[in-house]
């Protein structure tokens, strides 16, 4: 449980947004301000608001404040096999590999982008969380591939909001267990926590809206290669989207994928790669894509997959 606060709405603040008025009062950041509306965590007058709502002088305000956080620090650390595909003044493009997190996090002790880019020189935007300075948009711990980081301010504001108005191309390939039917579709279904398990996530009635594209682009005997386009950007999306076709991605166990294939396959996380990142350059308007290639380990599976007989 957090620490509840209740007050009436001071005069000075009067038509204010909530999230900004919820900076305001306790010293928030707008995006953390942000978050605990989303999580319905405040109210006003006894009913749930958005961020957005005006807030009125005199309305009863509760809201729920989290515990304190552990504080989380950037240790800046080379990163093994993280590339720079493209840098410039105002974004660095990271092929990220498997096993390396975004951002720290409250019990991550493993590698992340952040603290590689620190470690190899890289000087970042100072917008957003301390620990997660620049990043705009997160890879799972368990996916690889493409990601970009903010390295200017103005880059930061840009590259947010293309990614919150999905202009940004994110495609994904993703070999996914049995052959899906139709062979190329949409998964429209809202994702939120699962209601059993912290640390899953599922296709829920209260979830955020979700919507997956998918094409198959190569089927084999116990698999499909699909290219994956992604419209919104929720946590494990690709992953619990497929799971919920009963596909789920191969060697991804924690959504139900059989470990014995993945075995055979030498697989130790899901076949899920960012292969192809897109957008307009922040500085220059200009559309730029970039690309990236199956690491060792997918490669690996995917040959195995197509000499099975």
């Not at 007050?7 to 900004?20: C, F, M, Q, Y």
């Not at 498997?98 to 917008?127: E, N």
């Not at 990614?163 to 049995?178: D, I, L, N, S």
């Not at 697989?267 to 790669?273: E, P």
Request: with cysteine.
């Amino acid at each position: 449980m957090g620490d509840l606060r209740s007050l009436p709405v001071p005069d000075g603040l009067e038509g204010e947004r909530l999230d900004a008025a919820l900076a305001r009062l306790f010293g928030l950041s707008r995006t953390r301000a942000a978050d605990l509306a989303a999580n319905d965590l405040v109210r006003l007058d006894g009913e749930l608001v958005g961020k957005s709502e005006r807030v009125r002088a005199g309305a009863w305000l509760e809201v729920e404040l989290p515990s304190a956080a552990p504080v989380v620090e950037v240790v800046a650390e080379p990163v093994e096999g993280l590339r720079v595909v493209h840098d410039d003044d105002d974004v660095v493009v990271v092929d990220k590999p498997v096993g390396v997190a975004a951002h720290p996090s409250p019990g991550w002790t493993g590698p992340t982008v952040v603290g590689g880019l620190a470690a190899a020189g890289y000087r970042v935007s100072t917008s957003g969380a301390a620990e997660r300075q620049g990043v705009v948009h997160r890879l799972d711990v368990g996916t690889s591939g493409l990601m970009v980081v903010a390295k200017s301010e103005h880059a930061y504001t840009v590259l947010k909001r293309a990614f919150k108005e999905r202009t940004v191309e994110k495609v994904y390939h993703a070999v996914v267990q049995g052959h899906p039917d139709p062979l190329r579709g949409t998964i429209d279904a809202p994702i939120g926590r699962h209601p059993q398990h912290d640390w899953r996530w599922a296709v829920t009635a209260a979830g955020k809206p979700s919507v997956t594209h998918y094409e198959v682009v190569e089927a084999f005997r116990s698999a499909s290669l699909t290219e994956v386009h992604l419209e919104t950007g929720r946590t494990h999306q690709i992953r619990v989207h497929f799971s919920a076709l009963r596909h789920p991605c191969v060697g991804d166990v924690t959504y139900g994928a059989d470990p014995d294939l993945a075995r055979r396959l030498g697989l130790t996380r899901q076949w899920l790669h960012a292969v192809r990142l897109g957008f307009e350059h922040p500085a220059t308007g200009e559309r730029v894509v970039f690309s990236s290639t199956y690491p060792d380990d997918l490669q690996t599976a995917l040959d195995r997959l197509r000499d099975q007989v």
